[in-house]
């Protein structure tokens, strides 16, 4: 994939244009469609204080089953739509991969999801060739200084767990790799975010130090298009 080119990455033929006016819980948010208030689905846990605003236009599926009919999956920003749902995310990097529109990873298959090292369940195992490499995928939905793309918005238990038995991995000799899917357009960069964990930024430069990859796509949703978009599968990583 040349630079500056995008790619259709997945096609999303039904989304419904809809509305924010609030979120209820940690997998709830209020939103209005065609003037009627509604419940959808969210499965991003982090804050999105910036996205999940009242009046903020948004994109949503219909949902077979649960406790809700709609599934919110990206919120407006910049004109398109910034990739808030987690498992779309991951969606798109795995076709991604498939297609082999990542140079850094064309040598690269999928070995096995939710693989279990030490303590933790990571995202992938993946195979390079004749090496392994454990893969953890974090989102960066968090605009910082419009420009850069930041991880994470709250504090995560989780994040710093998983980069620790990265870190420990790759001192031990292995290959490890942690890849932010930095899901919102016109971005230059993915940066920590210090301020919604600072233990995270500090690990990250200690995970670098120790052998471990850190690497970033961008990725967003173009509603005219009606598909989610590689805009960067090399996005640039600032850690300090």
Not at 100 to 111: K, Q
Request: net charge positive; charged share 30%.
């Amino acid at each position: 994939m040349k630079q500056g080119k995008k790619l259709k990455i997945i096609k999303i033929k039904e989304f419904i244009e809809c509305s924010i006016i609030e979120r209820v819980n940690r997998f709830t948010v209020k939103i209005l469609v065609d003037n009627r208030e509604v419940s959808a689905y969210i499965n991003n846990t982090g804050r999105l204080n910036e996205y999940l605003i009242k009046g903020r236009k948004a994109y949503c599926l219909r949902k077979q089953g649960g406790k809700t009919s709609y599934r919110l999956f990206a919120v407006e920003d910049m004109g398109m739509g910034a990739v808030i749902d987690t498992q779309l995310q991951m969606k798109a990097f795995e076709e991604s991969i498939k297609r082999r529109v990542i140079p850094w990873l064309n040598n690269c298959e999928i070995v096995k999801r939710n693989v279990r090292l030490g303590s933790s369940l990571i995202d992938y195992l993946v195979r390079c060739g004749r090496r392994k490499v454990y893969l953890e995928v974090k989102s960066a939905v968090l605009r910082g200084n419009s420009v850069y793309a930041m991880y994470p918005d709250c504090p995560t238990i989780r994040g710093r767990k998983h980069l620790r038995e990265l870190i420990m991995h790759a001192l031990n000799g292995g290959a490890a790799l942690i890849l932010f899917i930095a899901a919102l357009p016109k971005v230059k960069a993915f940066k920590p975010n210090l301020y919604g964990d600072p233990e995270i930024p500090a690990l990250l430069r200690e995970a670098w130090g120790a052998g471990v990859d850190i690497r970033a796509i961008n990725i967003f949703f173009n509603q005219r298009e009606k598909a989610i978009m590689m805009e960067n599968p090399n996005l640039d990583v600032k850690l300090i």
